[in-house]
Nanobody, 116 residues
Framework: EVQLVESGGGSVQAGGSLRLSCSFSGVPSGSSAMMWYRQAPGKDCEMVAHITNYGTTWYEDFVKGRLTISRDNAKSTLYLQMSNLLPEDTAMYYC??????????WGQGTQVTVSS
């Protein structure tokens, strides 16, 4: 059984930073690509960052240069370092892995709120 537990969200002012973590189990940590999604109120669930098992990364254009995805397979943890946050980054953030699909309907998530 796959389990994903996100943490690290909070409320910050614009320009601030947060580090999200996703502790995972039941996922082949060395062989699965993993990703972060977010969903703002009234908006679609969108992928914002992706990392392959080789460490290759991809970012949605709006977050490039501000968000950094990384993983520690030994600790079974996925991270999202967020800096220079904008009010537009306010959303619930979720992690997922290959084959699980968008997690916004079933994941626990962690809330990020950025005030101007």
């Amino acid at each position: 059984e796959v389990q994903l537990v996100e943490s690290g969200g909070g409320s910050v002012q614009a320009g601030g930073s947060l580090r999200l973590s996703c502790s995972f189990s039941g996922v082949p940590s060395g062989s699965s690509a993993m990703m972060w999604y977010r969903q703002a109120p009234g908006k679609d669930c969108e992928m914002v960052a992706h990392i392959t098992n080789y460490g290759t990364t991809w970012y949605e254009d709006f977050v490039k240069g501000r968000l950094t995805i990384s993983r520690d397979n030994a600790k079974s943890t996925l991270y999202l370092q967020m800096s220079n946050l904008l009010p537009e980054d306010t959303a619930m953030y979720y992690c997922s892995a290959d084959g699980l699909g968008p997690p916004c309907d079933w994941g626990q998530g962690t809330q990020v709120t950025v005030s101007s």
